[in-house]
């Protein structure tokens, strides 16, 4: 890594913790922003420090052009992380999955494994599906894609000022995720835990099930009722889910 990274530019904290024994790094989905964790902030908070990335094009970087590829986020992101000696937890959505498992492995390679890393809404990187170009679609199909998934509020699709604005953000993610090409080589050693709705058209349990094969330590599959989004219906259960494994009691 060559680049000098400011921290407080990639790293959201909007609850600081600093006597926390571990900390929690939250990575959202495409199209999305730290502010998207709020929710685990209040719930873990000040039992963990946690934060939350912010990719930039959105929110406060709108002004910033989006990072097109999986491996550049993970690259800025784990040097952002670093000067902190406290366990470090991932928990990374959709997008963010791949994100926080690329971190996880620069973090490893550097000596300084998670304690685990938590992938949600996301299938395995060894799972392909092909003819995924959504990037390169017109802003009216790639918008409608988005939208079938359910996450992001429809009023947002009505205002055309804010879809201007978060457009480019989206697509450069959609871009991120679709030209995203692993390394077969490469493998964990810390645990995963490995959270889907049952009814996401992302991802399959089978496929979020391959996760199994990244990593030589323990392994776990949460199913819940629900879609792509199904955190937002079921936040308080994937709470108690990171609570467990982190040691904060429920």
């Avoid at 921290?7 to 600081?16: C, G, M, Q």
């Avoid at 620069?106 to 494994?113: D, S, T, V």
């Avoid at 077969?184 to 199994?212: F, I, K, Q, Y």
Wanted: proline residues 7%; aromatic residues 6%.
């Amino acid at each position: 890594m060559t680049s000098v990274v400011n921290s407080a530019v990639w790293i959201r904290r909007y609850r600081p913790a600093p006597a926390a024994a571990v900390r929690l790094l939250c990575l959202p989905h495409a199209g999305g922003s730290a502010s998207y964790y709020h929710p685990m902030v209040r719930a873990l908070a000040p039992a963990a420090d946690v934060l939350a990335a912010q990719y930039p094009g959105r929110q406060d970087r709108y002004s910033e052009p989006p990072l097109e590829s999986i491996l550049e986020l993970a690259e800025r992101i784990t040097e952002a992380v670093t000067g902190d000696d406290r366990p470090l937890a991932l928990f990374g959505h959709s997008m963010g999955a791949l994100v926080a498992y690329e971190v996880a492995l620069r973090l490893e390679a550097a000596g300084r494994a998670p304690v685990r890393l938590f992938v949600s809404g996301r299938r395995a990187p060894s799972t392909v599906r092909a003819g995924l170009e959504l990037h390169k679609a017109d802003d009216t199909a790639l918008l409608e894609a988005v939208r079938r998934l359910d996450g992001t509020d429809g009023q947002v699709f009505e205002d055309e000022e804010l879809v201007r604005l978060v457009l480019p953000a989206i697509r450069g993610d959609y871009k991120a995720l679709e030209t995203y090409e692993p390394r077969p080589s490469d493998r964990l050693t810390c645990p995963v835990t490995v959270l889907t709705g049952d009814d996401d058209p992302m991802t399959t349990v089978a496929e979020a099930r391959a996760w199994t094969a990244h990593t030589d330590g323990p392994t776990e599959v949460c199913v819940f009722p629900g879609g792509h989004f199904y955190l937002n219906d079921r936040a308080q259960e994937v709470v108690d889910v990171v609570r467990r494994h982190l040691g904060l009691g429920l």
